[in-house]
């Protein structure tokens, strides 16, 4: 299993009491699989994510990725684990406005560790497997927001991570772009194994998925009823 989170819980201060964001949580998702995370808004999506990141510590439970327990570990080695083994896509790409679509990616390998000629064979590689070998020189701006997407999840997959994290990819998409968009997450995914968490307010994509759960409440129900 690449990541895998047995019962998860995470609060919040609230006044003199805490509210509860995961209540007992428990998720599995292998290797080469997407696992589309539904749920209304303040359900606890957004807290998941954060958590399967490494970027908070739940109060109780244990989070497992790609075979190490991430706790107890330093902040230095959770740093370490987030730059190695997850890549994250958020709603917007939030590319570089200066960089050109190869260089969004040749960033990442560089703060890696990669030397300048590996990373640019990885990104043309990347770039080719998103449907963009002939955009590599292109900036932000004379791409489309679809494009831009691609461009951003091919820059979350630089370093091959063990657990790509998503987060509602098509909201800024018509429904033809962020099908396309849910399409290529799936094929690479399985191309890639890696273990991909997709939260998304869309169920019209879900049919592409491999498992659906859903949170209310802070509680996961799996499967989902979609």
């Given at each position: ?19 509860t964001a995961l209540d007992q949580v428990d998720l599995q998702v292998p290797a080469g699989t997407v696992t589309a995370?539904?749920?209304p808004s303040g359900s606890g999506k957004s807290s998941l994510l954060a958590v399967a990141a490494t970027l908070i ?83 932000p701006h004379q791409l489309s927001g679809g494009q831009r997407q691609r461009v951003n999840i091919a820059r979350a ?70």
């Amino acid at each position: 299993m690449s990541l895998r989170l047995t019962g998860v819980t995470l609060t919040y201060p609230d006044g003199e009491q805490r509210l509860t964001a995961l209540d007992q949580v428990d998720l599995q998702v292998p290797a080469g699989t997407v696992t589309a995370v539904i749920g209304p808004s303040g359900s606890g999506k957004s807290s998941l994510l954060a958590v399967a990141a490494t970027l908070i510590t739940p109060d109780r439970g244990q989070v497992m990725i790609d075979g190490i327990a991430t706790t107890g570990l330093r902040r230095s080695e959770l740093t370490a684990l987030r730059r190695t083994r997850i890549g994250m896509v958020f709603q917007q790409p939030n590319l570089l406005a200066s960089l050109t679509a190869a260089e969004q990616l040749q960033v990442v390998a560089h703060l890696s560790g990669r030397s300048p000629g590996s990373a640019r064979d990885r990104a043309r590689e990347l770039l080719a497997a998103v449907g963009l070998e002939h955009h590599q020189r292109r900036r932000p701006h004379q791409l489309s927001g679809g494009q831009r997407q691609r461009v951003n999840i091919a820059r979350a997959l630089m370093n091959d991570p063990a657990l790509l994290l998503v987060d509602e990819p098509t909201s800024a998409l018509d429904h033809e772009r962020g099908a396309a968009v849910v399409d290529l997450l799936t094929t690479l995914t399985h191309q890639k194994a890696t273990a991909t968490v997709l939260v998304t307010h869309d169920r019209s994509h879900l049919a592409a998925v491999d498992q659906v759960v859903e949170l209310v409440d802070g509680r996961l129900r799996c499967p989902a009823h979609v």
